[in-house]
């Protein structure tokens, strides 16, 4: 089954950034309209961020408007989430989603999932 692969993981300092990134070799991402999600452990999978196919619409928790950014490169084939200003309650394994329709904050049945990329948060 298709999949998607995330990297850019890691450990961070509180206020410091990262760049997650997620591609796919088996799919060409530019049909797809994209989304970032989030679980820290013992917790539901929730919605951080969406983004049409073409880039012209995004979409945002409230908990990381103005500090996370998703942007696209159809070009290289490759979403991305930027995460500045970093909190310890950002922990969590960060998953990327695919679908052919724009994804809204209560999805979870969406077409193409990857397994995710842990973030921590820590001093």
């Known amino acids: 089954q298709a999949r998607l692969v995330e990297s850019g993981g890691g450990l961070v300092q509180p206020g410091g950034s990262l760049r997650l990134s997620c591609t796919s070799s088996e799919r060409t991402l530019s049909g797809y309209n994209m989304g970032w999600f989030r679980q820290a452990p013992g917790k539901e999978r929730d919605f951080v961020a969406a983004i049409s196919w073409n880039g012209a619409m995004t979409n945002y928790a409230d908990s990381v408007k103005g500090r996370f950014t998703i942007s696209r490169d159809n070009a290289q084939n490759t979403v991305y989430l930027q995460m500045n200003s970093l909190k310890p309650e950002d922990t969590a394994v960060y998953y990327c989603?695919?679908?052919?329709?724009?994804?809204?904050?209560?999805?979870?049945?969406?077409?193409?999932w990857g397994q995710g990329t842990l973030v921590t948060v820590s001093s």
């Open positions: 989603a695919a679908d052919r329709f724009m994804i809204t904050p209560s999805q979870r049945n969406l077409e193409l």
